[in-house]
């Protein structure tokens, strides 16, 4: 079982940026595929971002395209959500998720495909 645990989240004002980071831990010899989440209370689990085991192959929500990139850094055993332009409505608790993966290049973009995931790290951009 591996562990995840964010960091990086805060307040920044509308147009700034964040980086939040996901470092796993325990049976990180294993190959896994990584997406990050986001939570509005009240609302769904929302896809942000999705990237297959070997960080070759990514995909994202329409409304962050263009604005945040994803990324990972196996040696550290560290996966990275860059968050550029933010606006007000990206305002959540954002978690990583981790689904063991045998495919080098699938990446999964359901909540429901991640068994393991973070606590999550609040970002809040103010208008």
């Known amino acids: 079982q591996v562990q995840l645990v964010e960091s990086g989240g805060g307040l920044v004002q509308a147009g700034g940026s964040l980086r939040l980071s996901c470092a796993a831990s325990?049976?990180?010899?294993?190959?896994?595929?990584m997406g990050w989440f986001r939570q509005v209370p009240g609302n769904a689990r929302e896809f942000v971002a999705a990237?297959?085991?070997?960080?070759?192959?990514?995909d994202y929500a329409d409304s962050v395209k263009g604005r945040f990139t994803i990324s990972r850094d196996n040696a550290k055993n560290t996966l990275y959500l860059e968050m550029n332009s933010l606006k007000p409505e990206d305002t959540a608790v954002y978690c990583c998720?981790?689904?063991?993966?045998?495919?080098?290049?699938?990446?999964?973009?359901?909540?429901?495909?991640?068994?393991?995931w973070g606590p999550g790290t609040q970002v809040t951009v103010s208008s």
């Open positions: 998720a981790a689904v063991v993966s045998i495919l080098y290049h699938t990446y999964y973009i359901r909540s429901s495909d991640y068994p393991y």
């Open positions: 325990g049976r990180t010899e294993r190959s896994y595929a």
């Open positions: 990237i297959s085991r070997g960080g070759g192959t990514t």
